[in-house]
């Protein structure tokens, strides 16, 4: 609900953990004890791998008025439960880097949701293995950084990036149409950080040329698919997918302008639900509360 | 989730109220002492109204073993936050009345459903104006009712109906592509039990003939609407909605036949949620806890 | 529309041929010169594959009055394009076999569409490799023959099956949930007149346990596929596709259920298209017209 | 399809007429005899209203290398069929006018997809009764011009703003969030020229603040239409209509938040269909032959 970033001094939790009885009681007492009126809360159970996930959005109390207090108390809680957890003002702006080639659909649509607020991210910057979207990021008083991709400097470009991403504390890194395979030690390091979109409604059409190879199937729907990134291509946990009904007329490329829209839509949301964490991994599948 | 009705020995908890600071853990804490698992939690809180919504699902406990006993302490508990509330097993089905007129499309739908165990009702009856459903309904071996609502015997007919509904415990009054208006004092007295299908995406198209009016209009949706109905006509609390997409060349006959796959979908989904105890009405509006 | 087999007197003509310059001018002049007034006219020009597809329906004229005249005209027209076609009065009913095993969704809903005539079909037979469906069949007046698929059993069965399919003159199968794979002699022999429904959004989840696949996958949308069978198993030209949204919470046993009102869909459409002569297949492709 | 304007020398012929037999026969045998290879054909009649509505698109012959000639002899034609037409060249851009309010976010995606030539137009100017957009516009090389909508210059402003369309032979005007009522007689001399997209999906909701009403109606599906405007507020000809879904906890804020993607597509999709000829509007309805 946008009401959460909204009001002042909202604070979110989110937590996974195994299932055992009487956990909601227990974080929902504590958050009650400590002075917090509890805005949200989702809640899900997988009983198939006896996990338990809760994301709670809650506003004042000692979370906003000793929040460090209130996390050391949280910490002891959580380890009583072995949990994952996170907890964090709603208000706060993640501090995001884009990444993108030619194509830059993704980035305008992006650009105009942070702009406008939609999207609760802080762009640190932009970068890119071509200058085609300078323009477009600078005009918007934005960091372009252009990196040599080519195939001689690439492992030097990821470590560069790596760097920079770690020395900005990025905490998150969104592949808006960014056209180069991700090296395995970057996916692990950055787990759980990098969100991708897949031009197919995967697992249709995993890697290359997808719209190509939906004309050559005869689909009659076309998709896009926005996922975190792993060592996997194109097989990390979907946090959504967006998808377009197509008819024998349409030809690769309106495939590809068709496409665009299901793009634009699945990584705008899919970004969304990880920045105002609402977005849970466990293995390979993305828990999503909505909104 | 399915599994609830598959679980043995599942209660579903159904509560409204106005909203207070802890809530949420004083239920679940209820429900943790009480020795019971929790499986499902939902939970909304209406900011502007200031209203809080639960439905809980948990198994064993006291809720199985004393089951009058729970119910006591539980109201005790619901007294104090001024709840309204329902509590009740969850394989337990509801017992239910479809009233139909002439079209079978989605009484036909509503049977399979049943049959088939999808929708966890009891069919109690069939009742209608006309008789062209009854082979429909008695080769199932469900009982089918004429009742005459010519504009002579039509009030008759509605007070013989709800004696019957009465008689026989109703919970349940799905309206069916019924066509005749309910009088004011049975929607009153069956309010929140009576579940409607317009053939519209409501609120266009209030009244007759709404497939005609949408030709006529050009326009390129259609829908059905699902909603409790209440003595204002066609504008009762909203439970589903389906669209389909239509072009220029659907003549009204046409968006009869897309329309009535919509009023099947329509209808299942918002039947469903209310038997599932999905449903939650405050005003005019219906709190849908998805499945 | 639907009017065409309301109109007395409609006749549908499809025809493919390569492409050439004043195709449609030659037919629709052809057409017009016998008299007929054209209802419908849909064409589409695949100017990859340089191949031409059209779909007539016209009523009156030489082909109502002398239809056996009109179609040796039409032939000698059509061999001078090189073209393959067929013609035929659009009330005539398609003979029609279901193929079914023990799931009942499909069958049921087509059976209600055929008995309301929502679909243009005359239903010859329903075969099975299981006696479930039984009762659902023969309720209906209709022929209900259990063949033994058991794996001694076989290949005489679809030797038993083709043999029937022959004898009646069955223009069309349906697969409607059958869970057997066809012999790779009975999809070359009835090629382009079996229809599939498949219980994923191909090509993702080819073969077995589709919805099991897509759980562990963590998709947000499944799907349901209706495409011609040919030797490659789920990979015949797809006619129609229906997905749906699926969240977290849905466990196999949801999408099993969520993804029946998908096939049943998709298949009915897809038929509903091939009956009313829409689908044009080429290579692995199906042009279908819509209405 | 998007190879009409990538094609070199293709001209778009758009006409409806009272219906009679051999129409199409007639035009297609006139094209054909003129050299042109036609590329695609969509054909349309209402047998309701007993009106013809064709569009075509075609390659070389003498539209090309003679255009007035063959306009000429187009105009003979169409005279006998007392036809309405319209003949241009696909790759011609429109000449369009954009006017727009505080909102930008139909106005920011309408400028991407001029800017990636998704929609084949020349924005000649845009108009506001707000300063709000001009950094916006002016960044793109546009021109942004300021007109005083308030009360007492209300009148003026909507002269000065026609005499400002006709001096540039402005051919297409698109309300993209523009919050003034147009005078009559504005509707009148530019109709079938001026495009609006309306917060909500008509006919539900009809004039101001749609979303709030939405909310109050508790609504499962919002969405967006986009018409003709005409001298009746919100019910001209509706061209292109999408929905979304939406839950319990949608406030009127993300009802405004999930409605911007709706108005968005929906706008983008309907002045796409106007600007390749693919609108053809009769009495109130709006044959749109979709790509």
Redesign the interface.
């Known amino acids: 609900?946008?009401?959460e970033s909204?009001v002042v001094n909202v604070t979110i939790l989110k937590l996974n953990c195994p299932d055992a009885?009487?956990?909601?009681?227990r974080i929902?007492?504590f958050?009650?004890a400590s002075g917090s009126?509890?805005?949200?809360?989702s809640?899900?159970?997988d009983?198939?791998a006896h996990w338990f996930f809760t994301r709670l959005a809650f506003e004042g109390g000692r979370a906003g008025s000793d929040p460090d207090g209130f996390r050391r108390e949280l910490a002891v809680l959580a380890a009583t439960m072995r949990a994952e957890w996170t907890l964090r003002p709603a208000e706060r702006a993640i501090r995001t880097a884009i990444l993108v080639s030619r194509q830059?659909?993704c980035l305008?649509?992006l650009l105009?949701r942070w702009r406008?607020r939609?999207l609760n991210i802080a762009v640190e910057s932009v970068f890119s293995n071509h200058d085609t979207c300078r323009p477009l990021v600078e005009?918007e008083g934005l960091t372009f950084e252009h990196l040599d991709f080519s195939p001689d400097h690439k492992a030097a470009a990821f470590e560069d990036l790596a760097e920079k991403l770690r020395a900005r504390n990025v905490e998150l890194v969104v592949l808006a149409r960014f056209m180069q395979i991700l090296p395995d030690w970057f996916c692990r390091e950055f787990s759980g950080r990098v969100i991708n979109i897949h031009h197919s409604?995967?697992?249709?059409?995993v890697g290359a040329d997808p719209y190509r190879r939906a004309f050559?199937?005869?689909?009659?729907?076309i998709?896009a698919t926005c996922h975190y990134a792993t060592e996997n291509l194109d097989e990390g946990?979907?946090?959504?997918?967006e998808?377009a009904r197509v008819?024998?007329?349409?030809?690769p490329?309106?495939l590809v302008?068709l496409g665009r829209?299901c793009e634009r839509?699945a990584l705008a949301r899919g970004v969304r639900f990880h920045v105002e964490d609402r977005a849970l991994v466990h293995g390979?599948?993305?828990?999503?509360f909505?909104?």
Do not use: C
């Open positions: 609900m946008g009401f909204a009885v009487g956990l909601l009681a929902t007492g958050i009650a009126n509890l805005l949200d809360v809640q899900y159970t009983t198939l830059d659909h305008s649509d105009w406008s939609e005009r409604f995967l697992p249709a059409f050559e199937r005869g689909v009659k729907l998709g946990p979907i946090i959504e997918q998808v008819e024998h007329y349409h030809e490329d309106d302008r829209d839509l390979n599948r993305a828990i999503v909505r909104d």
